[in-house]
């Protein structure tokens, strides 16, 4: 059985760089590629989420796109010397709100057949309630892999080949 080396926490940025020194032009291209296509899904879910609330408010889209830009926008303040950011939605209410908008988009979708735009708004939900876990997840990796670790108790080797020892010596 093959080792299973790649998914080890301290070798990915190894294998990042490898990839990059190797062919640096491909791993960029491959970069840009997906974070295109991200972008892309995400900017036709908002379009079909504004044309979905536009229907069920009995707006046109511009008036149903100006809704949610002031509901979700978020602007700075200065407060008491303190610099804050400020808007409709507090910030724990603001990705539960997404997230019942994408599921009321889906349902709607799904109720009328149209499985391509449900899946898209699927796509969407699901990446906006990962993104959090996925981003302290490749953080993680990534700052243990340059940095080591650096707090009181050292974590468990996770290599099953090291054999780890305690050697004293002795007065004689």
């Not at 960029?28 to 995400?42: D, K, W």
């Not at 100006?66 to 507090?90: C, D, H």
């Not at 889906?106 to 990962?130: C, E, I, K, N, R």
Request: positive net charge.
């Amino acid at each position: 059985m093959p080792s299973m080396s790649i998914c080890r926490r301290p070798q990915i940025l190894p294998f990042l760089l490898t990839a990059i020194m190797r062919a640096p032009k491909l791993t960029i291209a491959a970069a840009l590629c997906v974070l295109a296509a991200l972008a892309g899904t995400l900017t036709y879910t908002g379009y079909l989420v504004v044309g979905v609330l536009a229907d069920y408010l009995g707006t046109g889209r511009g008036a149903a796109g100006l809704l949610l830009a002031v509901l979700f926008a978020r602007f700075p303040w200065v407060s008491n010397r303190k610099l804050r950011i400020v808007g409709l939605l507090p910030g724990p209410a603001r990705r539960p709100v997404m997230a019942s908008l994408l599921a009321l988009c889906a349902l709607h979708f799904l109720s009328q057949g149209d499985y391509v735009s449900a899946g898209f708004t699927g796509f969407a939900m699901a990446f906006l309630l990962f993104f959090p876990w996925l981003r302290r997840a490749v953080a993680g990796r990534m700052s243990s892999s340059v940095f080591g670790f650096a707090g009181k108790n050292a974590p468990q080797s996770t290599d099953d080949n090291v054999i780890e020892g305690e050697f004293r010596e002795k007065k004689e």
